[in-house]
């Protein structure tokens, strides 16, 4: 790591002696680990290190952008005259930040110490033993499509002209299964999952209960009869929902005219018991930071308090066109991305029932369980979704047969406003954003189309 | 890009403690993109992605590791990870020698991208972009992206095959908003080829913008499309994702070499309606999922999936070729070296048939007519897909009527398969990116104008 952070400082000497203007390497490097296992031996195998520099450079107001994984440093000068070139045409007039740093900044823990003394066998016998448990769980289970256990590490450096220096070291540990069930012809599959930083985090029991149940429940699930009907999403579905949609909080969409939340700050745009924080500064929060990728310092924001907008969410550029000061949601998709905003820790508020009171509060309708297909039948623009899924009747207030092969179809922003009572069953996501959920009741029918 | 006595010692390396098999891979990208929004330049970046990736078998698995160093002293550490790695203890003796091997390039870059002055790349983007804007007052927001890239790959391995490609790649993006002010669409162009500049300047970019213009203006004003079972008709080009999804996956080995397709133990039966032939052709000129050498150091191929509604093959890879028994397709693919390989779909479409596309519309008494697809996805075990119908219409009396938005077609593979009743006579190709297992990759999928007899379609219940 600390190549890493003198290469970045060779960058910083060379382009401070060789052009003007002001710039800011961004660097991250780790290690990533993964072994997927079949039939109780190693399927693949794969142990992993990497790092990529970001360079960028402020000159005559316009920000150009280079990167490479190359750290020698016969690169360094093309580095900053491709960062130079690619300034000189920006034409966006907006004004661009090279910050200087926060006044503070406050670590959230982002690494968990015990996961350095599990080792790469450790790991391989806990893949093991996922497939191990989902092949005894049922006699219906004929075996897992994979089982995997994946580990990393992430370093990232964040060091500019104007005097910032900030480094941030996270882990993580996450393992899934994937069992297949079988009843005469027909073969289905469910998803178990669970990560976290900690040894305790791996509870077998609890993800392969989740893949078994949801692999032999669907087997024979069948669609149903095209209807309008009332929908509960279940938790992970609907962080799958928010995680679609959460584009629509980003002020940068909102000033471009692509969120159709632009000026509705202070106004009414989701239902009463709708609470929408931002949290970066929770220990042990998949989008945990002390800082976001313009080294702005981390914080809370409540973004949608008892139904209302109380803000969008801010990096530098777009807080300053505002005249609001950044909520610390800069991001960066990847090393070479340019500087975007995405949530940190995205959690909807949850309320008082299990799911299975809100189907009784629900009496007839569909609890949606996954929504597949997110990135084709979504459209994070306008709001529209028609989305393949899967889920249970619920007749009499209580839980029916499994349903497949439905879509759900809608509109994001009046599902905002629909959304009758939220449930006490937080979900986490563990892959792609941080988002929180409970489950959900929606007030108003939704069309679901079957057969 | 690595010298033949490295790579020997690498592989050895990699072999040492009783692995069947060894390769190493190494890749060195340089990509160039410029995007607007909002009327101007709003970002340009320049990056060099550079790493290598050595993988060994033992049997049927596998062991891969990667990073970004590629000396000497990176690689052998790459490959001692490895070879630590493999489960057999045993030593073998491995007699390597290592030759190389030309393939010969089907794709090339006339004018390289990077050759072209920013000032006139920027130049060729405004004139589609401005195109799309000024299209029609209700257009409120575009973006638009030029991105280039050069992709140099260099493989050896125990087979005693070392390869090199080169493979260039461009491509345009037009994303157009229209809006009355309560609702928003939208409209996507993104013709793309495995070339240089050459291919932008071949372009009629005003053309391109006016598209993606024209299909968001156009679902602006479209009602919702209704839901439940009908027949679709569904137009060339980008209509063939359906086919990628449908079929496609769950004829790659990553899904058929582990049991876990529909399509496992099908050859030579009839899988789909006899008007149904379907290929995989990494072999065509300059197209986008062209390439002359697999990622695995082999020549590819144009592989016949289905002919005239019989399944003939498969779309394999090496380690996929292993568990199969059956011969590699030249099917390695991975995003870099990031990935470890596995077999992918290249050019992937349904043939040309005899059906004229007025006759397949004029024939259809009710249903819907999906002009452009947008993405979708697929369980390859159950065949459970879905994609959402990016620009539709209503069919009725054998006419094309009002546009509907918010359709999704859902289905299973091997059902849609035998539904197909009538297949166009012009095929074409549309470019896409597809993700799995092996990181996100250029594919072609294509088609001419099909019908399907009966499908579900999500929409709005009436």
């Known amino acids: 790591m600390s190549e890493l952070k003198d290469f970045c400082e060779k960058i910083l000497t060379y382009a401070k002696e060789n052009c003007g203007g002001e710039f800011e390497v961004y660097a991250t490097n780790g290690e990533s680990f993964r072994v997927e296992v079949l039939d109780n031996q190693i399927k693949t195998y794969s142990v992993n290190d990497y790092a990529g520099i970001s360079f960028r450079i402020k000159k005559n107001g316009k920000m150009g952008y280079a990167s490479t994984t190359v750290t020698d440093e016969e690169g360094i000068p093309s580095l900053v005259k491709n960062a130079n070139d690619n300034a000189a045409i920006i034409e966006n007039p907006d004004e661009q930040f090279i910050f200087p740093g926060s006044e503070s900044y406050t670590q959230p823990k982002v690494y968990g110490e015990e996961l350095d003394d599990i080792s790469a066998e450790e790991k391989i016998e806990f893949a093991k033993l996922l497939e191990k448990k989902a092949v005894e769980a049922d006699e219906k289970i004929i075996k897992v499509e994979t089982s995997t256990v994946i580990s990393g590490k992430k370093t990232v450096i964040i060091k500019n002209s104007n005097g910032m220096d900030l480094c941030e070291t996270s882990n993580y540990i996450a393992a899934y299964v994937v069992p297949i069930a079988k009843d005469g012809d027909k073969m289905n599959d469910g998803f178990g999952i669970l990560g976290g930083f900690d040894r305790a985090c791996l509870d077998a029991d609890k993800a392969v209960k989740q893949g078994v149940t949801e692999a032999i429940d669907f087997l024979d699930a069948k669609s149903t009869k095209s209807a309008s009907m009332r929908v509960i999403f279940r938790n992970n579905a609907f962080c799958d929902m928010i995680e679609t949609f959460s584009g629509i909080f980003s002020s940068d969409a909102a000033q471009r005219g692509l969120s159709m939340l632009a000026g509705k700050e202070g106004e009414k745009i989701a239902s009463d018991c709708v609470t929408l924080t931002d949290d970066s500064t929770v220990d042990f929060g998949f989008g945990s930071r002390a800082f976001d990728a313009e080294g702005v310092a981390g914080q809370k924001t409540v973004v949608v308090e008892n139904g209302v907008l109380k803000t969008l969410l801010y990096n530098l550029k777009t807080a300053h066109k505002a005249g609001v000061k950044s909520t610390g949601n800069a991001s960066k998709g990847g090393y070479t991305s340019p500087i975007g905003i995405s949530v940190n820790n995205f959690t909807l508020s949850s309320g008082k029932k299990t799911l299975a009171e809100l189907a009784e509060t629900m009496g007839e309708g569909i609890i949606i369980t996954e929504v597949s297909g997110l990135h084709a039948g979504a459209n994070a623009v306008t709001g529209d979704f028609s989305l393949l899924s899967k889920g249970y009747l619920v007749e009499g207030g209580k839980k029916g047969r499994a349903v497949n092969g439905v879509t759900v179809s809608g509109n994001f922003y009046e599902l905002l406003k629909n959304i009758e009572e939220t449930g006490c069953d937080v979900y986490h996501n563990m892959f792609g954003e941080a988002i929180s959920s409970p489950s959900v009741l929606i007030s108003a029918p939704m069309s679901i189309a079957g057969e | ?462």
Request: charged residues 25%; proline residues 2%.
């Open chain 2, 1 to 462: 890009m690595v010298e033949k006595r490295v790579s020997e010692a690498v592989l050895l390396k990699a072999m040492s403690t009783g692995a069947d098999y060894a390769e190493l891979y190494v890749d060195d990208t340089s990509s160039d993109s410029i995007s607007m929004i909002a009327d101007c330049v709003e970002s340009a970046n320049t990056s060099r992605d550079k790493g290598a990736g050595v993988r060994i078998f033992c049997g049927t698995n596998s062991v891969y590791a990667y990073g970004n160093g590629t000396d000497e002293q990176s690689l052998l550490k790459l490959a001692e990870k490895v070879a630590a790695a493999a489960e057999t203890a045993k030593k073998v003796h491995v007699d390597l020698v290592l030759k190389d091997v030309t393939f010969e390039p089907l794709c090339r870059a006339e004018i390289p991208a990077s050759s072209v002055d920013k000032k006139i790349r920027v130049d060729a983007l405004k004139q589609a972009y401005f195109a799309a804007k000024e299209y029609s007052p209700e257009i409120v927001q575009v973006s638009g992206s030029l991105s280039s890239s050069v992709k140099r790959i260099y493989v050896a391995n125990s087979d005693g095959v070392i390869g090199r490609d080169e493979r260039p790649y461009i491509r345009l993006g037009v994303y157009a908003v229209a809006s009355d002010g309560k609702e928003n669409q939208s409209g996507f162009v993104g013709p793309g080829n495995s070339a240089g500049f050459e291919f932008i300047k071949s372009l009629d970019l005003a053309a391109q913008g006016k598209e993606a213009a024209r299909i968001a203006t156009t679902m602006l004003h479209a009602g919702k499309c209704p839901a439940g079972k009908m027949a679709v008709v569904m137009d060339n080009a980008f209509g063939g994702v359906v086919f990628h999804e449908a079929c496609g996956h769950a004829l790659e080995a990553t899904s058929v070499g582990y049991g876990n397709s529909v399509f496992c133990g099908k050859l030579g039966q009839k899988i789909a309606n006899e008007k149904v032939s379907a290929v995989d052709d990494a072999t065509m000129k300059s197209e986008w999922g062209s390439r002359a050498m697999s990622d695995e150091g082999e020549k590819t191929e144009r592989i016949q999936l289905i002919k005239d509604g019989i399944l003939t093959g498969y779309m394999i890879d090496k380690l996929g070729s292993r568990r199969m028994n059956m011969r590699s397709t030249g099917s390695g693919r991975r995003q870099n070296y990031t990935y470890a390989p596995t077999s992918r779909m290249s050019n992937t479409f349904i043939c040309a048939g005899n059906d004229k596309r007025d006759d397949i519309i004029a024939s259809t008494e009710n249903g819907l007519y999906a002009a452009k697809m947008g993405g979708g996805s697929v369980n390859p075990l159950t065949g459970e897909f879905n994609f959402a119908v990016m620009e539709g219409y209503m069919i009725r009396n054998g006419k094309i009527c009002e546009p509907v938005r918010g359709a999704t077609l859902i289905g299973k593979g091997y059902e849609v398969l035998l539904n197909i009743d009538m297949v166009g006579d012009d095929l074409v190709l549309g470019q896409g990116m597809c993700g799995s297992i092996s990181g996100s990759v250029q594919t072609n999928v294509g088609q001419p104008m099909i019908r399907i007899s009966e499908i579900t379609v999500g929409g709005e219940i009436g």
